[in-house]
């Protein structure tokens, strides 16, 4: 949907008032290397999409909030001083989360708003509709009730409204991608510190797909729990060797090679192993990517997968045949899961004139293997949250 034809919508919703509307977006975001990093000091390297979030908000002069999403039905009215005492288990709990975060931040939204939502990010696939929506809301307000813009404070805010108020447990990655994504760029990103750099991906005429295995995942949090457990007990025997490590992915390889035979579990061992040179391989990713070696950085991206799925066991047979079939045609440089695992999406990077090849293909060989249907999209890397000014 273009801006102008969700102005319009807007107006057929609310009516004319003689305010202005403003329109925010905040993209998606994926992560295009480093898995299962974020809880053991690593670095992932994530990057906003090229699709989001756009928000159309004008105030008005009753106190009443607004809500309405061209994407669900379910609308809301609640004045602005009521903001958060009641929570509705529906979509608008995670921009009223923000606005409760928002408060304790002495900058609460201090009067009524019409405010439109609508998002071309597949909902519930891992590409962080949440995220985008929390962070467009969050910098929308703070632009309009005149608060600080600041891009990592506003990732930590939305984390908290997710965490807190939403009631999802989930890592600083994704809103810190979303807030702070630059067209062209990937996002090294330290989740401990929050220490990040942007590293330059033009991806020329190669475009990323990701494709969305539609597998519902189950056990994702028992695996999660286990997986961390895992990691907690390498950890702790690697320090009894060298003491200063808090966390397993400053080992180097080489720390690692001479000091792994005293894990003596071996799928403790595996664990700590992907970890160690995954750490390695977002790192090396960098330094290629600051060459612009595509090609390079495709490799990783296969290895990357050969780790989740055999060291680390976080894949499934559907994420292995999309990547499989992905890596099968000749334009693709480099296939992976990304996110957690167990169901979810792959992303690959794909030469422009395979694409349509690669979604035929590769969709048709991955019903006839899996028996679900897979969906694709073709996007580049954009721009992190901002105000769309003078666009029609
Ligand atoms: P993901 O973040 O991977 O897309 P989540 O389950 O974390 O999946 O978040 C999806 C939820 O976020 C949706 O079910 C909905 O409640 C909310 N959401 C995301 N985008 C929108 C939107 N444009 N309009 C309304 N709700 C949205
Ligand atoms: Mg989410």
Redesign the pocket.
């Known amino acids: 949907m273009s801006i102008g034809q969700m102005k319009q919508k807007f107006i057929d919703k609310y009516g004319e008032s003689g305010q202005e509307e403003r329109v925010f977006y905040a993209p998606?975001r994926v992560n295009l290397i480093g898995e299962h990093l974020d809880y053991n000091g690593g670095y992932v390297l994530p990057a906003a999409l090229e699709f989001g979030?756009?928000l159309i908000v004008r105030p008005r002069s009753d106190g009443k909030i607004n809500f309405a999403?061209?994407?669900?039905p379910?609308e809301a009215s609640i004045d602005f001083t009521e903001i958060g005492n009641e929570k509705s288990g529906?979509?608008?709990?995670?921009p009223i989360g923000v606005m409760v975060e928002l408060k304790k931040k002495d900058t609460p939204v201090s009067k009524g708003y019409d405010l439109l939502?609508?998002?071309?990010?597949?909902?519930?696939?891992?590409?962080?509709?949440?995220?985008?929506?929390e962070v467009v809301t969050a910098f929308a307000f703070l632009t309009l009730e005149g608060g600080d813009t600041d891009t990592v404070e506003i990732s930590l805010l939305s984390q908290r409204a997710?965490n807190q108020y939403?009631g999802?447990n989930?890592g600083i990655m994704?809103q810190f991608a979303v807030a702070n994504g630059k067209r062209d760029h990937a996002i090294l990103l330290m989740c401990d510190t929050l220490e990040y750099d942007l590293v330059p991906f033009v991806t020329g005429s190669y475009k990323l797909v990701i494709g969305n295995t539609n597998k519902k995942r189950g056990l994702v949090d028992s695996k999660y729990n286990e997986r961390r457990q895992q990691c907690d007990e390498a950890l702790s025997i690697l320090q009894k060797e060298i003491p200063s490590l808090s966390y397993l992915a400053e080992l180097t390889r080489e720390q690692f090679e001479e000091h792994q035979g005293k894990i003596v579990d071996e799928t403790v061992r595996r664990r700590a192993r992907h970890v160690v040179e995954e750490n390695q391989r977002v790192l090396d990713s960098v330094e290629v990517l600051k060459n612009n070696d595509l090609k390079q950085f495709g490799q990783y991206m296969n290895d990357s997968h050969d780790s989740l799925r055999d060291l680390y066991e976080v894949s499934c047979v559907e994420l292995d045949i999309m990547v499989e079939e992905a890596q099968r045609i000749p334009g693709t440089l480099g296939s992976r899961m990304t996110?957690a695992g167990f169901g979810?999406c792959t992303v690959s990077l794909v030469h422009e004139d395979d694409i349509e090849r690669f979604i035929s293909e590769v969709g048709e060989a991955y019903t006839t293997r899996s028996g679900l249907v897979g969906e694709f999209y073709v996007c580049g890397i954009g721009n992190g949250v901002e105000e769309l000014k003078g666009v029609k």
Do not use: C, K, R
């Open positions: 998606g979030t756009t999403s061209t994407n669900l379910y529906e979509w608008i709990d995670y939502f609508h998002g071309d990010i597949p909902n519930g696939s891992g590409l962080s509709s949440s995220a985008s929506l997710e939403v999802v989930s994704d996110g979810g």
